[in-house]
């Protein structure tokens, strides 16, 4: 168990790990479930769609997450209405038995961006239904303390829309949600690279929700174990608190004995 | 007879057909599997009313299962 100060907490459970992973569009199930034990993930996100026995990837799928023992997130992807979302997470707490959901009610079919007004809404009622809700939100301020008034105690920006791999398109707005909002903060969607996930880190977001980079990279397992170790170096970096930049060189090495410094040319 | 849609798709039922004689109905066709959850018209039903719910003509049957989600 990693020290407290490391720990991510979400709706008062305790994770070791900061990074929570989507178990779509992997080639195969086998790969997504090595996916899963090479990112050390805790939390998985999945969801629901109309029955397909046809396809038996769907039930080898569940078995794998089921076997992995990750606490379960389960997305309303797709829903474009508050009511289509509220359904849908009222059949997935009751398959998935749980009561956490994250919320998903699209605005735009061209960038998948949330739609403000309906999600804020779903919000509120999946709220007062027991729920525990994690949005996924743009980055806008006003937005997401409108999420915490209706009840939602972690919250999931987005770094870029679903799939872009664009990484964090708008830092100014993201370390405003940072300095104002005292709740998790998941960066969700749009991240590429460890790289990005790291930056999203050290800029002191709590955790970060992946999965197409993982699943659409040429190597699934080994972009898994990358996006880790980047989410763990960008974490310590935070705690550790990173150096103010400054426009002025500064010498790293001590100038005070230095040697052939103004030197006196013996007489 | 009824016609109702299950996930997109016409079925014939008997009349006042309950959804849990529908459900086992459609698994004995191999249309539905063993995990899911069900919605009628896009009102979720939980499973305690399934013994309950009667199927009506022209109802749209939603029946859903796992799949990965990112």
């Known amino acids: ?267 | 007879m009824i016609q109702i849609s299950l996930n997109g798709e016409l079925q014939r039922e008997d009349d006042n057909c309950t959804l849990a004689d529908a459900l086992v109905h459609w698994q004995t066709q191999g249309l539905i599997g063993k995990q899911y959850a069900v919605a009628i018209n896009g009102e979720f039903i939980p499973r305690s009313l399934y013994g309950q719910k009667i199927l009506h003509n022209a109802d749209l049957v939603d029946v859903v299962q796992p799949i990965g989600g990112g």
């Not at chain 1, 079919?109 to 743009?138: C, H, M, W």
């Not at chain 1, 830092?171 to 590429?192: H, K, S």
């Open chain 1, 1 to 267: 168990m990693s020290p407290p100060e490391t720990q991510l907490t979400l709706y008062g459970e305790t994770f070791d790990s900061r990074l929570l992973l989507g178990t779509a569009l992997y080639n195969s199930p086998q790969l997504m479930r090595d996916a899963i034990t090479a990112s050390r993930t805790q939390i998985v996100t999945l969801g629901l769609r109309r029955q397909n026995p046809a396809s038996g990837d769907g039930a080898v799928i569940w078995r794998f997450i089921q076997d992995s023992g990750c606490r379960l997130l389960p997305n309303t992807a797709g829903c474009k209405t508050v009511k289509e979302a509220v359904t849908l997470a009222h059949m997935s707490r009751e398959l998935f038995n749980t009561d956490w959901i994250k919320l998903e009610v699209i605005g735009d079919e061209y960038n998948l961006q949330p739609d403000p007004f309906g999600l804020v809404e779903a919000a509120r009622i999946l709220t007062e239904d027991g729920f525990k809700v994690f949005p996924y939100s743009t980055d806008d301020l006003i937005l997401n303390q409108r999420l915490m008034d209706v009840g939602c105690q972690v919250l999931m920006p987005w770094g870029a829309p679903i799939g872009t791999g664009q990484g964090l398109l708008n830092r100014y707005n993201l370390n405003t949600l940072r300095q104002r909002l005292q709740v998790p903060l998941i960066i969700d969607a749009g991240l590429g690279a460890p790289s990005q996930a790291a930056e999203a880190m050290e800029m002191g977001f709590d955790a970060v929700l992946l999965n197409t980079a993982v699943a659409r990279a040429g190597n699934p397992v080994l972009m898994a174990k990358a996006f880790a170790d980047g989410i763990d170096a960008g974490h310590n970096a935070y705690l550790a608190g990173l150096m103010q930049s400054r426009q002025t060189a500064s010498p790293s090495t001590p100038v005070i004995g230095q040697p052939f410094w103004h030197q006196s040319t013996p007489q």
